[in-house]
């Protein structure tokens, strides 16, 4: 099995929450481990506990790390938000008009985390944004990220300098701008299974020309367009098995003008329905992938038979002799 | 008037953090954890006049982490007993202004805030 959450070697773990944890503010576990990783032969790894809502952000950026050794943002064991915004650790940031998470730093990783931010600004603002080289953002929920000035938001950006970055399994709801905008110009980057509802506009390329590569992504229902491009920039021809409820799913094995049903959309539940007939078993297989190779879904579940697109593979097992359906994991 | 919590750096390593480098700045929480209770300095600040969050938290316009700092001589010089090798010894979690639980991280004691715009320094200035 190839998880999508890439771990670090020799990974420091320290814990994030309240007055019990080994950090309270992601500010100060950034600057506490702001070290050369590569020399220590060591990462660090950042769990974080519901112990509440937690109004913070992080500008992650200067330690020395390499692919093997690297730093990760992510929710302590058995707290994944599993595709679903309330079931997770929440940060919900309303400080000005900065980012959630600034991912400043080569091959940092933010792995299942519930992300929203409020602002009031007349510029754009970020709830994820990342400009280096091969950032992870796997299993990420962004939901209801609004911008209560004139500006927009929109939910994970990639910057200009951004290259081999990987955004998996992520869902993105109800951005007032861009559900994932991916605006490198001199690299590839990659989308692979996230799916994007309610946003002003799903998928877009940014930058670049033919930089931005979706596949398996599956939008729904977002105002302006599912998958689109901004001002010159391109989407790369090698984006395809997308599917989208208007005419704009890239590639030729995409599905354009589908209905979609979910479990439970009105309660923030974008998992595939049983009866789905949209995204189920219409994706490409991504384990072999030569960028960035995985078989499992949001929830963590294998990717079996043909894979669904978006991020929950429908997932049906057995069990002494009778068939159990996995919807999805809900503690709350 | 805004009462803040902030924490500076009472470490400094090359190209990196800087002692006195405002690590964060935040509505009280009333707690910190058990590591940040001997690399930083917890203590409140009347935030009336200082630049938004965003900006304090900002890096130096050449690449240093922090853009605005509070040197610990401007906080002894405004509480002589504080005992600035105590703060710049790793191991010690000496906290003069919030005295830490060590049990949740409550803090036991609380001072009035220090006012900002009189002790947070533009290093670019």
């Not at chain 1, 079931?87 to 792995?111: C, W």
């Amino acid at each position: 099995m190839a998880s999508s959450r890439l771990t670090s070697l020799n990974e420091n773990v320290s814990t994030y929450g309240d007055g019990t944890r080994d950090y309270t503010s992601l500010g100060t576990w950034e600057a506490a481990t702001d070290i050369d990783l590569v020399t220590a032969t060591a990462g660090e790894r950042l769990e974080c506990y519901p112990d509440a809502e937690f109004d913070d952000s992080i500008l992650l950026i200067s330690a020395t790390t390499s692919a093997e050794y690297f730093r990760t943002i992510t929710c302590a064991p058995g707290n994944e938000p599993n595709g679903v915004f309330s079931n997770g650790v929440v940060f919900r940031y309303t400080g000005g008009a900065g980012t959630v998470f600034n991912i400043n730093e080569n091959y940092a990783a933010l792995y299942d985390l519930s992300l929203s931010k409020t602002g009031n600004t007349t510029g754009t603002m970020f709830v994820v944004s990342a400009g280096v080289t091969s950032p992870k953002i796997v299993g990420v929920v962004i939901d209801e990220a609004v911008n209560n000035g004139t500006g927009g938001i929109t939910g994970i950006a990639l910057a200009t300098n951004t290259s081999g970055a990987a955004i998996v399994n992520c869902g993105v709801f109800n951005c007032e701008s861009i559900g994932i905008a991916l605006g490198a110009t001199g690299a590839n980057n990659y989308v692979f299974n996230c799916t994007a509802v309610g946003n002003d506009k799903g998928f877009a390329a940014t930058g670049g020309s033919e930089r931005s590569i979706f596949i398996n992504c599956l939008a729904d229902n977002n105002t302006t367009y599912d998958f689109g491009t901004e001002g010159a920039a391109t989407i790369s021809p090698s984006s395809d098995f997308n599917a989208s409820s208007d005419a704009t799913a890239p590639g030729s094995s995409s599905r354009i003008d589908q209905t979609f049903t979910f479990l439970d959309a009105l309660n923030g539940d974008y998992h595939l329905d049983e009866t789905d007939e949209g995204a189920k078993d219409f994706g490409t297989d991504l384990s072999a992938d030569a960028s960035y190779p995985f078989d499992d879904d949001t929830d963590g579940d294998t990717r079996t038979g043909d894979w669904d697109i978006g991020f929950d593979e429908f997932v049906v097992v057995s069990s002494g002799g009778s068939i159990i359906t996995i919807y999805r994991r809900r503690r709350r | 008037m805004a009462t803040r919590e902030i924490a500076i750096a009472l470490f400094s390593a090359p190209g990196r953090a800087q002692e006195g480098d405002i690590i964060t700045i935040r509505n009280p929480l009333g707690y910190v954890g058990r590591k940040e209770q001997n690399l930083f300095l917890w203590f409140l600040v009347d935030d009336t006049g200082l630049p938004s969050d965003e900006e304090l938290l900002s890096q130096g316009s050449l690449g240093e982490k922090r853009k605005y700092k509070i040197d610990l001589t401007t906080l002894k010089s405004l509480d002589a007993s504080l005992d600035l090798t105590r703060l710049r010894d790793p191991l010690d979690r000496y906290q003069p202004f919030l005295q830490p639980d060590s049990r949740d991280g409550t803090f036991s004691r609380v001072h009035t805030p220090l006012t900002g715009t009189s002790i947070v320094t533009n290093k670019e200035l």
